[in-house]
């Protein structure tokens, strides 16, 4: 019976990860010269929709037939004089070495690849400024439902009195709702990011 029970190592099957590809997904600092819409629209969408920067550089960079194809139309381009500022961000051993290798091959600037992959979160940016609006809308109206709770709970403690289990109830009604509509308050705040953020200080690069 005992024997039955013994562990069998070759019964188990291990995945084929490879040191070289651990190492790929380790995390390092890379520095690009980046325009200030570009930082801007890299922190709207991690900040906005709770992403990692580690993990969008990973999304953009993985996508490799898309660099090589901005990399071919931008080697030989001019590019307007734009101020460039120096930033550091944490990405993936693998993302850096995908980037560099495609501006080795076609002789085009890394940062300026990063630039112009960026570009391709404009559609996101744009839907959730959209959202945002929407959601501004309805922080006015759930405000105004929110007050009108506080009132019906007065009502309720003036009519049946606040020891009534009614009065209870709706006091952790209204309690909860209060505590919901901060947090959706708080979230609309954060959003304000993207109504500052001009979509064309990004394409200008």
């Known amino acids: 019976m005992e024997k039955d029970s013994e562990f069998k190592i070759e019964h188990v099957s291990f995945s084929s990860t490879t040191s070289s590809e651990l190492r790929g997904r380790q995390s390092i600092r890379a520095t690009f010269k980046l325009t200030a819409g570009c930082i801007d629209a890299i922190s709207i969408v991690a900040k906005h929709l709770g992403i990692k920067q580690k ?18 139309e931008v080697s030989d381009a001019q590019f307007k004089t734009q101020e460039r500022v120096q930033k550091t961000f944490v990405i993936s051993r693998r993302s850096l070495q995908s980037i560099e290798s495609i501006s080795r091959l076609f002789n085009a600037p890394r940062d300026v690849l990063v630039e ?90």
């Not at 960079?61 to 898309?66: L, M, N, R, S, Y």
């Not at 909860?176 to 954060?190: C, E, G």
């Open 116 to 205: 112009y992959s960026v570009q391709r979160l404009l559609p996101i940016i744009a839907a959730e400024r959209e959202k945002h609006e929407k959601r501004k809308a309805l922080i006015t109206q759930l405000q105004q439902h929110f007050t009108a709770s506080l009132a019906l709970q007065e009502k309720i403690k003036a009519e049946i009195g606040q020891d009534d289990p009614m009065f209870s109830w709706m006091a952790s009604v209204v309690n909860y709702y209060r505590n919901a509509l901060f947090q959706m308050t708080d979230f609309v705040q954060k959003g304000k990011i993207i109504e500052a953020f001009d979509p064309e200080s990004l394409k200008g690069s």
């Open 55 to 72: 993990s969008l550089f990973d999304h953009l960079a993985e996508d490799t037939q898309v660099l090589k194809t901005i990399a071919q």
